[in-house]
Nanobody, 111 residues
C-alpha cells in the first residue's frame, strides 16, 4: 500500500524548533523526489522544501536558511528540521511525492 505518514507537529513558541518526519511505504523510496508542502489557515497549499533521489535539496524563499530537509534511505523517511520558527510558519505540513500525499501534521507557532 502506497502511504506517507507525517509526524512531529505541535505547538512551539516563536524562535523555537520542531522536527517533522514522514514515513514512506509502498513505492521505491530511494529514487523518489520527496517534498514538504504547507497550508496555512485560509491560504492555498504552498511548496516548502524538496529533496531529490540523490539528496539535492531546494527550499522556498520563506524558509530558506531556517528549514533543512533530509532523508534516510534505510528507514525510508524524510525529515524537515525547522528552526527559528515564526508565527507565519503556522500551517498543516504535508509530505508528498508525485501524486501521493500524506494526511498532514499541524504546526502551530504561538506564544
Amino acid at each position: 500500500q502506497v502511504q506517507l505518514v507525517e509526524s512531529g507537529g505541535g505547538l512551539v513558541q516563536p524562535g523555537g524548533s520542531l522536527r517533522l518526519s514522514c514515513a514512506a511505504s509502498g513505492f521505491i523510496f530511494s529514487t523518489a523526489a520527496m517534498n514538504w508542502y504547507r497550508q496555512a489557515p485560509g491560504k492555498e497549499r504552498e511548496f516548502a522544501a524538496a529533496i531529490s533521489g540523490v539528496g539535492t535539496d531546494s527550499y522556498a524563499s520563506a524558509v530558506r536558511g531556517r528549514f533543512t530537509i533530509s532523508r534516510d534511505y534505510y528507514k525510508n523517511t524524510v525529515s524537515l528540521q525547522m528552526n527559528d520558527l515564526k508565527p507565519e510558519d503556522t500551517a498543516v505540513y504535508y509530505c508528498n511525492t508525485a501524486d501521493i500525499w500524506g494526511k498532514g501534521t499541524l504546526v502551530t507557532v504561538s506564544s
